[in-house]
């Protein structure tokens, strides 16, 4: 089993800056890809960022050269770098990590509001 918990959520400014966080705990030798999703008001859930274990990323095509997703095996860690926030970014954003296909664990998820 994984536990993910979130943290740095909150309510900026269009334009502004937020940095998510997510701690992983218990087996988490076994997670191969960690990542962000996001789910705005009455739409579905959808990718915003992955990271392997080796480093590599993949991003969703309305964030790419705004938001950084970071890893700190170390730490069992994960961010989010959000930068030049826009409304159409405000969703809950859940982190998730990927063990295989028959284990993915989600966090209870973090509120990002963008205000115009």
């Known amino acids: 089993q994984v536990q993910l918990v979130e943290s740095g959520g909150g309510l900026v400014q269009a334009g502004g800056s937020l940095r998510l966080s997510c701690a992983a705990s218990?087996?988490?030798?076994?997670?191969?890809?960690m990542g962000w999703y996001r789910q705005a008001a009455g739409k579905q859930r959808e990718l915003v960022a992955t990271?392997?274990?080796?480093?590599?990323?993949n991003y969703a095509d309305s964030v790419k050269g705004r938001f950084t997703i970071s890893r700190e095996n170390a730490k069992n860690t994960v961010y989010l770098q959000m930068n030049s926030l826009k409304p159409e970014d405000t969703a809950v954003y859940y982190c998730?990590?990927?063990?295989?296909?028959?284990?993915?664990?989600w966090g209870q998820g973090t509120q990002v509001t963008v205000s115009s």
């Open positions: 998730n990590a990927y063990v295989d296909v028959f284990r993915r664990y």
């Open positions: 990271i392997s274990k080796s480093g590599n990323t």
């Open positions: 218990g087996n988490t030798f076994s997670i191969n890809v």
